[in-house]
């Protein structure tokens, strides 16, 4: 198989694969994934209060703010139901969504820590994690599931599309991540614990921008009080909304008008 055919091959095929897009309208296709979920509690704060409680409460405001914008939302999960952490990803690859966003609450180990620690951090995939204690926060997540690759690619052009697609969602993620985490920050209040990289399980194999928020520390009282809060929860999903609502109009759009731009150029080339 010669590799320029196969390459421009790629390059005509690669757009039904979403590497960040948006609709004719304006309109997105987003993914909201409420971590964990049925025997995965997730982080366990002061009262006993969980983090799959608090990530689904805000996963559902958030779709209907999204829906109410006029975009897609679709949740992993609706309910108090296990997902495997594959299978979240897959479904956003299935469904061609534009944005795969999976929302936590962070937890530290010791008394000591957790009664110090608090704040904001929001991580997009990376083989290679920020520090030693992003590091620690994928391998808390991961657990959840001991698959930690995503669905894979068959065939050499299969691998070659997934490939092109996913370096192109890598580099939008990180512009998805530094608009969300700025929103959250600005309109939460948190502390700002700065955007990282890490390899999470759950972003692995997105055909997307994806990136996982960790919308506080619910091991910090103070913290944990506030994520249980309904009105708190309202007020990261709409942090979260207007986030989205940043790239799309910074990023995406840009990128639609440069795109047109090029294939209007060709044309005139090609005449």
């Known amino acids: 198989?010669?590799?320029?055919?196969?390459?421009?091959?790629?390059?005509?095929?690669?757009?039904?694969?979403?590497?960040?897009?948006?609709?004719?309208d304006g309109t997105l296709v987003v993914v909201i994934d409420p971590g964990h979920g049925g025997d995965k509690d997730g982080a366990i704060g002061p009262g006993g209060l969980k983090e799959?409680?608090?990530a689904l409460a805000i996963a559902l405001r958030l779709e209907r703010l999204l829906a109410a914008a006029g975009h897609q939302a679709i949740l992993t999960r609706r309910d108090d139901t296990g997902v495997e952490l594959a299978d979240r990803v897959?479904?956003?690859n299935e469904r061609g969504a534009d944005l795969f966003v999976s929302i936590h609450a962070n937890s530290m180990p010791t008394a000591e820590a957790r009664a110090r620690t608090h704040g904001i951090e929001t991580y997009f995939l990376s083989a290679d994690a920020t520090d030693e204690a992003a590091l620690a926060v994928a391998r808390a997540e991961n657990a959840d599931?001991?698959?930690?690759?995503?669905?894979?690619?068959?065939?050499?052009?299969?691998?070659?599309?997934?490939?092109?697609?996913?370096?192109?969602?890598?580099?939008?993620?990180?512009?998805?991540?530094?608009?969300?985490?700025?929103?959250?920050?600005?309109?939460?209040?948190?502390?700002?614990?700065?955007?990282?990289?890490?390899?999470?399980?759950?972003l692995e194999g997105a055909a997307m921008p994806a990136v996982l928020l960790e919308v506080g520390y619910i091991s910090h009282g103070a913290e944990a009080q506030r994520l249980a809060d309904p009105v708190e929860q309202a007020k990261i999903a709409g942090a979260v909304a207007a986030g989205i609502e940043r790239f799309r109009t910074e990023v995406l759009q840009k990128q639609a008008r440069s795109t047109l731009g090029g294939k209007v150029g060709a044309a005139s080339l090609a005449q």
């Open 52 to 54: 799959k409680e608090v």
């Open 1 to 24: 198989m010669r590799l320029l055919p196969v390459l421009a091959l790629a390059a005509v095929l690669i757009a039904p694969l979403r590497a960040g897009a948006m609709r004719a």
């Open 145 to 202: 599931d001991a698959r930690s690759a995503g669905p894979k690619a068959e065939g050499a052009l299969g691998m070659i599309l997934a490939d092109l697609a996913r370096s192109e969602a890598h580099a939008n993620s990180s512009q998805l991540a530094y608009a969300l985490h700025g929103s959250l920050v600005e309109r939460t209040g948190g502390r700002d614990r700065g955007v990282r990289q890490a390899p999470f399980a759950v």
């Open 90 to 92: 897959a479904l956003a």
